[in-house]
Protein backbone atom coordinates (compact mmCIF):
# COMPACT_ATOMS: atom_id res chain seq x y z
CA UNK A 1 0.00 0.00 0.00
CA UNK A 2 2.62 2.31 0.81
CA UNK A 3 4.72 1.58 -2.08
CA UNK A 4 1.55 2.90 -4.40
CA UNK A 5 0.86 5.86 -2.38
CA UNK A 6 4.26 6.69 -2.57
CA UNK A 7 4.18 6.31 -6.51
CA UNK A 8 1.34 8.53 -6.91
CA UNK A 9 3.17 11.38 -4.96
CA UNK A 10 6.20 10.79 -7.07
CA UNK A 11 4.35 10.75 -10.20
CA UNK A 12 3.18 14.47 -10.53
CA UNK A 13 6.48 15.52 -8.85
CA UNK A 14 8.36 14.46 -12.07
CA UNK A 15 6.12 15.95 -14.41
CA UNK A 16 5.79 18.88 -12.51
CA UNK A 17 9.95 19.06 -12.48
CA UNK A 18 9.14 18.64 -16.20
CA UNK A 19 7.17 21.43 -16.60
CA UNK A 20 9.24 23.71 -14.61
CA UNK A 21 12.52 22.60 -16.62
CA UNK A 22 10.78 22.88 -20.14
CA UNK A 23 9.68 27.08 -19.64
CA UNK A 24 12.98 28.22 -19.07
CA UNK A 25 15.77 28.94 -22.32
CA UNK A 26 16.49 25.61 -23.72
CA UNK A 27 20.46 24.55 -25.39
CA UNK A 28 19.78 26.76 -28.42
CA UNK A 29 18.31 29.73 -26.06
CA UNK A 30 20.87 29.43 -23.89
CA UNK A 31 24.03 29.20 -26.32
CA UNK A 32 22.34 32.37 -28.47
CA UNK A 33 22.97 34.57 -24.67
CA UNK A 34 26.27 33.05 -24.23
CA UNK A 35 27.08 34.06 -28.06
CA UNK A 36 25.77 37.79 -26.65
CA UNK A 37 27.58 37.70 -23.52
CA UNK A 38 30.57 37.17 -25.04
CA UNK A 39 30.10 39.59 -27.77
CA UNK A 40 29.15 42.11 -25.17
CA UNK A 41 31.73 40.89 -22.67
CA UNK A 42 29.78 41.02 -19.72
CA UNK A 43 29.33 38.28 -17.16
CA UNK A 44 25.38 38.46 -17.46
CA UNK A 45 22.47 40.33 -18.76
CA UNK A 46 20.06 42.41 -16.50
CA UNK A 47 16.38 40.93 -16.96
CA UNK A 48 15.14 44.43 -15.84
CA UNK A 49 17.51 45.97 -17.95
CA UNK A 50 15.93 44.34 -20.83
CA UNK A 51 12.30 45.03 -19.39
CA UNK A 52 12.85 48.75 -19.32
CA UNK A 53 14.51 48.79 -22.76
CA UNK A 54 11.06 46.72 -24.20
CA UNK A 55 9.09 49.08 -22.50
CA UNK A 56 10.90 52.33 -23.11
CA UNK A 57 9.70 54.97 -26.09
CA UNK A 58 12.86 55.55 -28.08
CA UNK A 59 14.36 58.19 -29.97
CA UNK A 60 15.80 58.12 -33.35
CA UNK A 61 13.66 55.23 -35.15
CA UNK A 62 10.40 55.42 -37.24
CA UNK A 63 8.23 57.97 -35.51
CA UNK A 64 4.91 55.11 -35.88
CA UNK A 65 7.44 52.66 -34.08
CA UNK A 66 8.72 54.34 -30.88
CA UNK A 67 9.17 51.29 -28.66
CA UNK A 68 8.96 47.16 -28.77
CA UNK A 69 5.32 47.76 -27.24
CA UNK A 70 4.11 49.21 -30.43
CA UNK A 71 3.52 45.60 -32.12
CA UNK A 72 4.50 43.55 -28.98
CA UNK A 73 1.89 45.05 -26.47
CA UNK A 74 3.26 45.47 -22.88
CA UNK A 75 2.60 41.92 -22.04
CA UNK A 76 5.20 39.45 -23.79
CA UNK A 77 3.20 36.86 -22.74
CA UNK A 78 0.21 38.02 -25.38
CA UNK A 79 0.11 38.05 -29.13
CA UNK A 80 1.20 41.09 -30.72
CA UNK A 81 -0.08 42.92 -34.22
CA UNK A 82 2.29 44.28 -37.09
CA UNK A 83 1.06 48.04 -37.76
CA UNK A 84 -0.18 46.36 -40.79
CA UNK A 85 -2.65 44.32 -38.74
CA UNK A 86 -0.61 41.01 -39.11
CA UNK A 87 -0.64 38.98 -36.08
CA UNK A 88 2.92 38.16 -33.84
CA UNK A 89 3.28 35.10 -31.98
CA UNK A 90 3.87 36.02 -28.15
CA UNK A 91 7.25 37.19 -27.39
CA UNK A 92 8.01 35.39 -23.84
CA UNK A 93 9.59 32.38 -23.91
CA UNK A 94 7.42 30.57 -21.46
CA UNK A 95 4.29 31.04 -23.42
CA UNK A 96 6.52 30.38 -26.98
CA UNK A 97 9.10 27.97 -26.00
CA UNK A 98 10.28 27.89 -29.90
CA UNK A 99 10.50 31.50 -30.27
CA UNK A 100 14.63 32.34 -30.44
CA UNK A 101 15.86 28.85 -31.28
CA UNK A 102 17.46 29.91 -34.39
CA UNK A 103 19.80 32.74 -34.20
CA UNK A 104 19.63 33.83 -38.36
CA UNK A 105 16.21 34.39 -37.61
CA UNK A 106 16.53 36.39 -33.92
CA UNK A 107 19.09 38.40 -35.43
CA UNK A 108 17.08 39.04 -38.56
CA UNK A 109 14.64 40.60 -36.52
CA UNK A 110 16.61 42.40 -34.09
CA UNK A 111 18.46 44.16 -37.31
CA UNK A 112 15.04 45.46 -38.93
CA UNK A 113 13.09 45.73 -35.64
CA UNK A 114 15.94 47.66 -33.98
CA UNK A 115 16.63 50.07 -37.09
CA UNK A 116 12.66 50.75 -36.74
CA UNK A 117 12.35 51.48 -33.25
CA UNK A 118 15.92 52.59 -32.16
CA UNK A 119 17.23 53.66 -35.69
CA UNK A 120 20.34 51.69 -35.21
CA UNK A 121 21.37 48.25 -34.62
CA UNK A 122 20.76 46.93 -31.20
CA UNK A 123 24.06 46.66 -29.12
CA UNK A 124 25.04 43.02 -27.82
CA UNK A 125 23.93 44.14 -24.47
CA UNK A 126 20.73 45.61 -24.83
CA UNK A 127 20.21 42.46 -27.13
CA UNK A 128 21.26 40.04 -24.43
CA UNK A 129 19.01 42.15 -21.46
CA UNK A 130 15.76 41.91 -24.27
CA UNK A 131 16.28 38.20 -24.17
CA UNK A 132 17.30 37.83 -20.59
CA UNK A 133 13.90 39.34 -19.87
CA UNK A 134 12.27 37.57 -22.70
CA UNK A 135 13.14 34.23 -21.38
CA UNK A 136 11.86 35.47 -17.64
CA UNK A 137 8.72 35.57 -19.02
Known sequence: MLRGAC???????????????????????????EHYRRLAG???FSPERGRTFFLAKHQGGKPE?????????DDPRGPGRTRAGKPIEPMA?????RRYTDPKKVEKWFRRNCRSVLGRECTPREKGDFLAFMFSQ
Request: with cysteine; aromatic share 0%.
Open 42 to 44: VES
Open 7 to 33: RMLVLPAVLIAGTAAAAGPGPDQRALL
Open 65 to 73: TPSCTTCHT
Open 93 to 97: LSVNP
